[in-house]
């Protein structure tokens, strides 16, 4: 094999991770190769947080992750924080705002944040190779061999950062699990997080009909609560509310919904009761979530929509109340790996080193970035997982 196809490291995957990993290692001196299938790098960045990345998290820790090991990101993530990516962007001229709960959004849009990734890249002179598909990897006499169309490469160490199944019109593949499988590893059973659920029958058929509405809610299942807004769509129910609590969802159990956030519905219908005894309960509901969702709890809740609040016994409001503190309803499903933003589970952390991300099996195999088991809340925290656990297989 000539020189021009034999490196230090060959890193797979040109996302988020792997950019970033090739761009340190290569400025740590290793002739560094990156190879992904796609015709562009980093599409996932691109099209991130609305187009202006949210990059990071202030809140960054370790119990915002799931995963089997809750422990197993916290090295990582205190060696690269937050605060260390915002230096970097800093360096680069790039500013941000602080949008919703810690989160960081790019000013100058998230093709600043990939053109950074490909300058530090350029200034650790790691060469990317585009539209270029991986037929096969083998480890013979301390090196990595990698199979592709134009021919094969080799590296004395092997990065996989192929990230996870979703979006697979994106160009998402099994590619870093099936790797992880062939040298050993063992694959925390996967499935989609952060995404949208679905409902069928007459509930979804309510939940169609107020496409759109969104109100703030205590959205829960077991083991998870977030506070966030909700938003009703053709398909079922969405919004921050919706995504997080997916991440911790089982098939076939209902979500818990609070739509009491700030208020004590009890006392305001009460009052309304003493107030305006003849408004009709669905026209007092009114004052508190948006008219069309009044009128489906008004549907759905236990008292009739077009009951007089005068006619409403205390006890009536206290049942209503208390189906608003614990509105349960369950899915069908969730809208899949079509639309989700990460893939929870995943290779499983017992066979990683979580200091540098390398294989306990076979040394210089490293897996970093989404296709670890550890996937973030919504908000930033995956990005910063790529970010962190990138920058520890760097250092390694
Ligand atoms: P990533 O998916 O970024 O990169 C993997 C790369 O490997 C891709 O370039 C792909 O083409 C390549 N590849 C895959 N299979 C291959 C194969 N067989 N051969 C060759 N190459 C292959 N997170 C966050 O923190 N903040 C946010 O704002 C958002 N927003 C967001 C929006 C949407 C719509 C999605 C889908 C996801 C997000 N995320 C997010 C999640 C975030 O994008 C994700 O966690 C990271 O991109 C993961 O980085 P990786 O580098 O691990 O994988």
Not at 124 to 152: C, K, M, N, P
Not at 272 to 285: E, G, I, N, Y
Not at 321 to 349: H, N, Q
């Amino acid at each position: 094999m000539s020189d021009a196809n034999q490196f230090d490291t060959i890193v797979l995957g040109a996302g988020a991770a792997g950019l970033f990993h090739a761009g340190l290692a290569g400025q740590r001196g290793r002739r560094v190769l990156v190879l992904d299938h796609a015709k562009r790098p980093a599409d996932k960045v691109r099209i991130s947080g609305g187009g202006r990345c949210n990059f990071t998290n202030l809140e960054t820790r370790a119990d915002r992750f799931l995963g089997q090991n809750l422990h197993f990101a916290k090295s990582a993530l205190a060696r690269y924080t937050p605060w260390d990516f915002i230096s970097l962007m800093a360096a680069h001229g790039l500013t941000y705002t602080e949008k919703h709960k810690g989160q960081l959004f790019c000013d100058q849009k998230s093709g600043a944040i990939i053109k950074m990734l490909l300058d530090e890249c350029e200034k650790g002179s790691a060469e990317i190779r585009l539209s270029t598909e991986i037929s096969g990897v083998t480890h013979q006499d301390g090196r990595f061999l990698v199979e592709t169309r134009s021919g094969a490469v080799s590296g004395q160490r092997l990065v996989v950062a192929t990230g996870g199944l979703s979006i697979p019109k994106m160009g998402a593949t099994a590619l870093a699990y099936d790797i992880a499988r062939q040298f050993g590893h063992d694959i925390v059973e996967t499935r989609p997080g952060l995404v949208p659920f679905t409902f069928s029958g007459e509930l979804g058929e309510k939940f169609a009909a107020i496409s759109g509405v969104a109100a703030p809610v205590i959205a829960s299942v077991p083991g998870a609560r977030f506070e966030e807004d909700l938003l009703f769509t053709h398909r079922g129910l969405s919004g921050p509310a919706a995504l997080q609590t997916s991440s911790y969802w089982t098939s076939g159990e209902p979500l818990s919904l609070c739509l009491q956030t700030s208020e004590d519905m009890n006392a305001a219908l009460r009052a309304a009761k003493q107030d305006s005894p003849k408004q009709t309960f669905v026209k007092a509901l009114e004052a508190h979530v948006p008219a069309r969702l009044a009128a489906l709890l008004a549907e759905v809740g236990p008292i009739a929509q077009d009951a007089r609040l005068a006619d409403l016994s205390h006890a009536a409001i206290d049942e209503f109340a208390a189906f608003l503190k614990d509105w349960r309803v369950t899915p069908m499903g969730t809208e899949g790996y079509r639309t989700a933003e990460v893939t929870v589970g995943g290779i499983s952390t017992d066979g990683l080193n979580q200091k540098t991300m390398e294989s306990r099996h076979v040394p210089g195999l490293y897996f970093i970035g989404e296709c670890v088991d550890v996937t973030g809340w919504l908000g930033g925290y995956n990005f910063q997982w790529a970010w962190a656990s990138a920058h520890a297989a760097a250092l390694a």
